[in-house]
């Protein structure tokens, strides 16, 4: 499923939904400033494209938040990973193609 596309007409129709407020610093959007679109839960963990999940937001807070986001899915995705055991093998120290190499000791030195 690919992240909707939304149109400037639809923009304009959500921008005053939203009364022109950024859902971020909660501040009018004033003419001129650059903003845009903002999913308020990350699209990629709902795939929300719902009125309640796609707000104005100022650019400049949109940026911040997006780099909060993408760490928190980074995250997710790294936990899960371990959880399943999707490390893929090369990772592992000593493994066959990793850079990594257990000494008899058990320290895990560099090749
Ligand atoms: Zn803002």
Sequence with gaps: MARKHFSRKERVRIFDLHRGRCHICDEKIQVGEAWELEHVVPWELTRDDSDDNVKPAHFSCHKVKTAD???AIRKADRIRAK???AV???SFPGGKNS???RTLSGKVVLR
């Design 69 to 71: 986001d993408t760490a």
């Design 83 to 85: 959880h399943i055991r």
């Design 88 to 90: 893929p093998p090369s």
């Design 99 to 101: 850079k990594w190499k």
